[in-house]
């Protein structure tokens, strides 16, 4: 137990500190509101202590009642409680701005974080789980405020039990008995109720990650032609509902045996205060304390007890916040260590003014947390300004020589060049620099169709994140043009301005109606094209292609394949594509089976191996062409 109590204080500590380093850089002027906070609510409490006790001897036993003395102490009483509660509430409202815009600080940070972490991540379960559960830590509400309430509270009420139990400890040691009594009980079962709300989170979370994915995810357009076409919402809406009688049981199960707690920590307290009265009544019958000692006392008493009570309370709220801040924390840490790593990288980006060279030396690749190599030694040089198609069956492993190459993932053995230097050492924003890329599963964004190919490119200044302010809209009206001229040439070359000055707003057209009602759906080729130009607008002296035509009808293939030159021009590019038409416009064609290149040489050069693989893919799909 008190193993576990400390490492309880040590989280505490950890987020307390971490919190209050945050507070200190973002907002310092919270540690005012905090100061304020804890003198009223430490000096709070005696006013009506002190005021009643003196009011009720002046009215009660004095002979010559002084009437001046009784306002003064009915307006002490008045003005100081009206002080507390005014001078309370705004540093008490000044507290919750500030905490909630902390909140959405520390939640910009999971963003940040979660999109500068390492790619592979995004497919490694534990550190999935730590996304969620640093998300949800953000869920329950007013963390934050819980941290510094905590806090607050505990300070004053530290404050104050010394303060009353002076006053207490002189008229009868005797009330401490019972004062200490409940206070124990209410602490034991305080930790139980805490280690009981732990427990509940962290269970619960699993269950409500099964849950968003049914409520929040399935229930996006991206779903729904499917689950409508196949009556999949039966399937769906039981599952849910298997879901949601786990999470009502669960949630049930916790609020009894919490309820249980509460009832045996309130009879407790209620059993103190009955004890309180009866010493307290005995000493007044006695004559040893006067009636006004008897009202001061008593409430006296019951602000001690609540002050013990705030305290074991306080310090179990702490740990509970603590316990869940620590989701958050864990998972900063994690992905921090990843992000410094890559700013203390410091080989240079190779001199591109010559063109990029690609080597792929010895090779080989297994995903993450599998046994099974994709790719087995891998070896093969890209020239500057040459341009390769890689061709090959589904499941061969081209998607993942290009992924690889955009360091998505590390080479399990071998090692990649561009120009002569490992991609490895190149800190990585600094790397994809040099990479204009269009996946096959590339995504567009609920944005403009401008902000969709820009992505911000012109709008942040030197790629920085933590700079990444738009430049007080100060953009310059020709900046702006050159832009949307940029944008409009590279859309001409794949045919797709007319389309986009078809629409009222042209470029400024939000993507898709989520925000925007008159926002338009782009169809499968128009967004494909739209990717397409993004890649260029980039202007990267790499250029990958991961089929970037499937979606085009043949007339719109055939042109971005005629204008693949004027696309791509002399830069280095590396195109995959099973259209093997498209091959002809390559310098240079490799051939995967089975994660290993079979073949590798121009289009002629390998048409001339009748019994090849490429020759027969290309013969078999031309076959279907002239049938
Ligand atoms: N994230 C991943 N984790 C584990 N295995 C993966 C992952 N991505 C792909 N694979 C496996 O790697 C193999 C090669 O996939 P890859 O996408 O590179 O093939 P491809 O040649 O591009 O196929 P296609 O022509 O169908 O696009 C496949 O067997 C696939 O199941």
Redesign the pocket.
């Known amino acids: 137990m008190l193993k576990k109590l400390f490492s309880g204080i040590k989280d505490i500590a950890f987020c307390t500190g971490y919190f209050a380093k945050f507070a200190w850089k973002k907002l310092p002027i919270y540690y005012f509101y905090i100061l304020l906070s804890v003198i009223v609510n430490t000096a709070g409490p005696f006013v009506s202590i002190i005021g009643s006790k003196y009011l009720i001897n002046e009215i009660v036993y004095e002979q010559n009642r002084n009437i001046g003395m009784i306002i003064f102490w009915v307006a002490f009483i008045c003005i100081g409680t009206y002080l507390y509660a005014v001078v309370g509430k705004f540093a008490n409202e000044k507290q919750n701005y500030c905490n909630d815009r902390f909140d959405r600080m520390l939640q910009m940070e999971i963003s940040f974080n979660t999109m500068q972490m390492k790619f592979e991540y995004t497919?490694n379960s534990e550190m999935l789980d730590s996304v969620n559960k640093a998300g949800r830590a953000f869920e329950q509400t007013n963390l934050i405020q819980g941290l510094t309430d905590g806090i607050v509270g505990l300070i004053s009420n530290i404050l104050v039990l010394a303060g009353v139990m002076y006053i207490v400890v002189n008229c009868s040691v005797w009330l401490l008995i019972p004062v200490f009594l409940s206070f124990v009980i209410n602490t034991y079962m305080t930790m139980k109720t805490t280690k009981l709300k732990e427990n509940y989170f962290s269970e619960a979370m699993e269950i409500d990650r099964v849950v968003d994915y049914y409520l929040d995810e399935l229930t996006t357009g991206e779903y729904a032609k499917d689950i409508r076409i196949y009556n999949a919402d039966n399937m769906i809406i039981d599952n849910q509902k298997e879901q949601s009688t786990k999470q009502y049981n669960l949630s049930k199960r916790s609020m009894k045996k919490i309820w249980n707690n509460e009832k045996i920590s309130i009879t407790s307290t209620e059993i103190c205060n009955i004890a309180v009265y009866i010493i307290l009544g005995v000493n007044t019958l006695t004559g040893k304390i006067t009636i006004g000692d008897f009202s001061s006392l008593t409430q006296a008493v019951i602000k001690f007890t609540e002050a013990l009570y705030n305290i074991s309370r306080g310090l179990m709220g702490l740990k509970y916040t603590a316990s869940i801040l620590k989701y958050y924390l864990d998972y900063i840490e994690k992905a921090e260590i990843d992000i410094k790593y890559e700013k203390s990288k410091n080989a240079e980006v190779p001199n591109v003014n010559d063109g990029v060279s690609i080597e792929f030396k010895n090779v080989s690749f297994k995903?993450p947390n599998?046994d099974v190599y994709?790719l087995k030694n891998i070896n093969t040089s890209i020239h500057p300004g040459e341009h390769l198609s890689i061709v090959?069956?589904?499941?061969?492993?081209?998607?993942?020589?290009i992924k690889l190459l955009c360091r998505l993932y590390e080479v399990t053995e071998g090692e990649i060049l561009v120009n002569g230097v490992n991609i490895n050492d190149i800190e990585y924003s600094k790397y994809l620099d040099l990479l204009s890329v269009v996946f096959?599963d590339y995504r567009l964004m609920a944005f403009s169709i401008k902000d969709n190919i820009d992505m911000g490119q012109n709008k942040y200044a030197n790629g920085d994140m933590e700079q990444k302010e738009y430049a007080n809209g100060d953009m310059g009206q020709n900046k702006y043009s050159n832009v949307e001229n940029k944008i409009n040439e590279l859309c001409k070359i794949v045919e797709i301005d007319g389309w986009i000055n078809s629409l009222e707003n042209k470029q400024n057209t939000n993507l898709y109606k989520m925000f925007d009602e008159s926002g338009v759906e782009p169809s499968g080729g128009q967004a494909q094209k739209l990717a397409i130009v993004r890649a260029l607008y980039k202007d990267a002296p790499v250029v990958v292609l991961d089929?970037p035509t499937a979606a085009l009808d043949p007339i719109a293939e055939f042109e971005v394949y005629n204008n693949f030159d004027k696309l791509v021009g002399g830069k280095t590019a590396v195109y995959?594509s099973?259209r093997l038409s498209s091959c002809r416009f390559c310098d240079r064609i490799i051939v995967?089976d089975g994660g290993t290149i079979i073949e590798d040489g121009s289009h002629d050069k390998l048409m001339e191996n009748t019994n090849g693989f490429y020759f027969n893919m290309y013969n078999t799909q031309a076959k279907h062409y002239q049938n």
């Not at 090959?392 to 020589?401: L, V």
């Open positions: 497919e995903y599998t994709i090959g069956k589904n499941g061969a492993g081209k998607t993942t020589f096959q089929e995959i099973h995967f």
